[in-house]
């Protein structure tokens, strides 16, 4: 069965994230029939060390492990029964590595599979004091429908402002965020934007200090067709 290690300690837990060099983040989401299944590529040709650990909403842990891939080996676990009981169990997935690793994610609405993404770039460090932006694209054309999670992958605080352009250019909704470690949160654009033949293009996202990162889910209004989009590397 595949699987990930379960942690047996936390000396060792300690000592394994201290010597990890490469810190990779994603969304994940177990509320409202979705979940999540995590597959760990070490890409690598020997041993890889690794931590997984998940975060509710608030930022905090409810689940870790730690463990280590042979070379070109994989493990994966779905997300669901390792976090279930938590009404909060949405938001990042961090994973710390001693070498590079690709994480491929499949994306689960009910039981079936609606997206993978595979995630390969790690989580930037920024400059504090130069600004930076992710973006991605948004629709709320017709019957279809965007949500944005911004979510802080770090153990500091981290802020944040997204602009909304339509399709012409024009700000249709912005509003800067402050999170705390490993805090996400989640804006579904109906709520703020509504729908509209206009209402599609840019969601635009300045970042200070800390890097955070940007996942979408695009569905149907009734909520079918769910696919989700992790966002990580600046375009500038």
Not at 116 to 139: H, M, Q, R, S
Not at 203 to 215: K, Y
Request: net charge negative; aromatic share 14%.
């Amino acid at each position: 069965m595949k699987r990930f290690l379960l942690a047996v300690g936390l000396v060792a837990l300690i000592a394994l994230g201290a010597a990890a060099q490469y810190h990779y983040a994603f969304y994940y989401d177990t509320t409202g029939g979705q979940d999540l299944e995590i597959n760990l590529i070490n890409t690598v040709g020997f041993d890889n060390n690794y931590i997984i650990t998940i975060y509710d909403a608030n930022g905090v842990e409810l689940w870790s492990s730690f463990g280590t891939l042979d070379g070109n080996a994989s493990a994966a676990a779905v997300v669901g029964p390792l976090v279930s009981g938590y009404d909060l169990a949405w938001g990042v997935v961090t994973v710390d590595t001693d070498y590079r690793m690709l994480i491929g994610l499949e994306y689960m609405l009910n039981g079936t599979l609606t997206s993978i993404n595979t995630i390969y770039d790690e989580v930037p460090v920024l400059d504090p004091e130069v600004p930076f932006w992710l973006g991605a694209y948004y629709t709320q054309y017709g019957t279809a429908d965007t949500a944005f999670i911004l979510m802080n992958p770090w153990g500091v605080y981290a802020s944040c402002s997204v602009t909304v352009h339509n399709s012409n250019g024009e700000v249709v909704y912005t509003q800067a965020f402050d999170l705390f470690p490993f805090e996400s949160v989640y804006v579904n654009l109906s709520t703020v934007i509504g729908q509209g033949t206009m209402l599609w293009g840019l969601l635009d996202v300045r970042m200070e200090d800390a890097s955070v990162i940007l996942a979408l889910e695009y569905f149907r209004a009734e909520g079918t067709n769910l696919e989700v989009d992790n966002v990580t590397e600046y375009y500038f």
